[in-house]
């Protein structure tokens, strides 16, 4: 039980602690907050605290001890941060915590029929993170705990399926219900496909007849006489995602074509391939040193490709993709270029790209018929 003197001395501490907030100004600073290659800006506000006030929010019992045990008296003050700031710290939090999780991959007939590439665990490490953010260091590491799944990715298979290659991503926001479909249906066509060594990759292949039967609904396509409603429609938002990634991982491009005008959902305008059965495909070929496995999955309102596979010490580098020619028409020129640089020799491409107005392409009403696809194998019909 406390002694009169004692509460005495507790609700000087207390009231000392209200005076602080209110009172003491604000220290405001602005850090810049680093983890892989990901990048946060915060503002961090503290106030700081009386020497008498013993109570801290950082967790720390260094102070404590020197003034109470060691009878010592605190060097600086103490500082806390405002609610806005630990809403902040709270946020981050949530977005790098996340549980470990074992690699898995089962093969059926050569492709995936369940894959897991693992993921390591992660934690925010809040006491480190209080301190560097107290600091006058406007760049911060952030202090993140890892922890390594039991299973990895290499211990699930012998075809180099190892790690993570490259990916590619396309935002399809906006887009009407029955595109979104189609975007869905179609990517799953790609999920679990493996690529083998000098293999080369043929969308269409995958893709099989586009049709009602196989899942599809009517969507406007791009035609020569205008835009028709037809199965599958927004299809090429998958073929241009798998474009991207092949990009990324400096795999040879074997066949691309850009849409006839400039769509909204493939930009930045020249980095599109559009496709369609029997006329039009998007091809590259595996070049790395292992086989690699192809997954899709789509979050929110943006469709994802992942090449897992084996690295190699190839470079890849770009310029562009570069849009100039633009008229008030909506017609322009795009221009995409790479450079892959492996073993010391460069090769590099480049993909030119002609958009025309998009008034000459007239919506029409009359939904087409289902799409044959005459480059899918007998075996997969």
């Known amino acids: 039980m ?4 004692e509460m005495l001395r507790s609700k000087i501490i207390k009231f000392n602690i209200v005076l602080a907030l209110l009172l003491l100004p604000t220290i405001v600073s602005g850090k810049t907050l680093l983890f892989g290659e990901k990048k946060w800006e915060i503002e961090t506000n503290s106030i700081n605290f009386l020497t008498q006030a013993y109570t801290r929010n950082d967790f720390s019992l260094v102070s404590l001890i020197n003034s109470v045990v060691l009878d010592k008296n605190l060097e600086q003050p103490g500082k806390i941060f405002d609610p806005a700031t630990i ?4 946020d981050l939090t949530a977005q790098i915590n996340q549980s470990t999780e074992n690699a898995k991959l089962i093969l059926q007939n050569g492709k995936a029929e369940e894959f897991n590439p693992g993921q390591n665990g992660q934690a925010l ?7 560097s953010l107290q600091s006058d260091a406007l760049l911060v590491g952030l202090p993140v705990l890892i922890s390594e799944p039991k299973i990895k990715l290499s211990q699930t298979n012998t075809l180099g ?30 999920d679990g496909v493996i690529i083998k060594p000098l293999e080369e990759f043929s969308f269409n292949k995958f893709l099989g007849d ?32 798998a474009f991207r990634a092949a990009m990324n991982a400096g795999l040879p491009i074997t066949a691309r074509r850009n849409h006839s005008f400039a769509v909204k959902y493939y930009a930045p305008q020249g980095s599109d391939a559009t496709i369609y059965p029997g006329a039009l495909d998007l091809k590259f070929t595996n070049n790395l040193p292992s086989s690699f496995l192809i997954h899709t ?9 992942e090449f897992y596979g084996t690295k190699d010490n190839r470079s890849v580098v770009f310029e ?20 892959v640089t492996m073993n010391d020799q460069t090769t590099t491409q480049t993909f030119k790209s002609t958009y025309l107005p998009p008034a000459l392409f007239q919506k029409i009403t009359v939904t087409e018929p ?9 075996s997969t019909q």
């Open 2 to 5: 406390l002694t009169k003197p």
């Open 320 to 339: 562009g993709p570069y849009q100039f020619d633009q008229k008030p028409d909506g017609s322009m020129k795009a221009s995409w270029t790479r450079h």
């Open 370 to 378: 289902s799409t044959p696809n005459p480059e899918t194998p007998s």
């Open 125 to 131: 490490d809040i006491y480190s993170l209080a301190q």
């Open 297 to 305: 999955k789509i979050v929110g309102r943006k469709l994802y490709f």
């Open 161 to 190: 399926i190892n790690e993570l290659v490259a990916a590619g991503e396309s935002d399809f926001s906006g887009s009407p219900a029955n595109r979104v479909h189609n975007i869905s249906v179609g990517s799953k066509k790609y």
């Open 87 to 90: 809403n902040q710290i709270e």
């Open 210 to 241: 586009v049709d009602a039967e196989h899942g599809f609904l009517p969507e406007l396509v791009i035609k020569p006489d205008g835009l028709v409603p037809e199965f599958g429609g927004g299809l090429c938002q998958v073929s241009t995602t």
